[in-house]
């Protein structure tokens, strides 16, 4: 596609449900990274796959967050029983290639609200 | 802890004036730095970038300076126009190991008055 593409674009969850958030790279990306962005701050790094590989996952919160990307193209990110302070947009961005300098290119993100 | 962070958190500036943005970063291993916009509604769109074995790079109405000595980074954007109006990152990666992690600052909003 012409970029990275997420869905749902925004969600709202009950305290205590599942959710699960899909990202679409740019097709033949090999990198693909996961963010939290909280209102008005910076996006915050949560995990980094390589093709199919998760190479770094520290930045994930708790254990009740997941993500795989089983193909090496399509990842999603799994949380499981929702808390209110998971509530913030959730950034996928991809790059072509593994390295410093390889600039990254960001989805619209996935507005979650934890109610 | 290391970090990046912004002096302004606002800049208001009039259509067709410079606009220079700040960002002071700690962590003096880091090697490449990157200058992210993002609109309301959308992620965050890739500026410029810069290595740290130079001290100035220009682009489109854009040029970033960084100062190694005292640690900041800066974004001037020539004849700002109103849809330059967005949330200003700076990103700062490490370098060490070859890490592909960017860190993020808080973020500087500039608000462009017609």
């Known amino acids: 596609g012409a970029g990275v593409s997420q869905s749902p674009r925004y969600k709202v969850a009950k305290r205590g449900q599942d959710v699960a958030l899909r990202c679409d790279p740019i097709s033949g990306h090999v990198s693909l990274f996961w963010y939290q962005q909280a209102l008005g701050q910076g996006p915050e790094f949560l995990t980094y796959?390589?093709?199919?590989?998760?190479?770094?996952k520290s930045g994930l919160p708790s254990d009740r967050f997941f993500a795989e990307r089983p193909e090496g193209s399509v990842s999603t990110l799994k949380i499981q029983r929702t808390q209110q302070e998971d509530s913030a947009v959730y950034l996928c961005?991809?790059?072509?290639?593994?390295?410093?300098?390889?600039?990254?290119?960001f989805g619209p993100g996935t507005r979650l609200l934890v109610l | 802890g290391e970090s990046v962070g912004l002096h302004l958190p606002t800049l208001s500036v009039q259509e067709g004036d410079n606009s220079i943005i700040n960002c002071a970063y700690s962590?003096?291993?880091?090697?490449?730095f990157i200058w992210y916009k993002q609109e309301s509604g959308k992620g965050p769109q890739f500026i410029i970038d810069?290595?740290?074995?130079?001290d100035k790079r220009q682009g489109q109405r854009v040029t970033v300076l960084l100062n190694k000595t005292v640690k900041h980074l800066s974004l001037q954007i020539a004849a700002t126009q109103p849809g330059d109006s967005a949330v200003y990152f700076c990103?700062?990666?490490?370098?060490?190991?070859?890490?592909?992690?960017?860190?993020f600052g808080r973020g500087t909003s500039l608000i462009v008055h017609p």
């Open positions: 990103a700062e990666n490490p370098g060490s190991g070859g890490s592909y992690i960017p860190t």
């Open positions: 962590n003096s291993a880091s090697d490449y």
């Open positions: 810069i290595r740290s074995n130079m």
């Open positions: 796959f390589q093709n199919e590989a998760q190479l770094d």
């Open positions: 961005a991809s790059s072509l290639a593994r390295g410093v300098g390889e600039t990254q290119y």
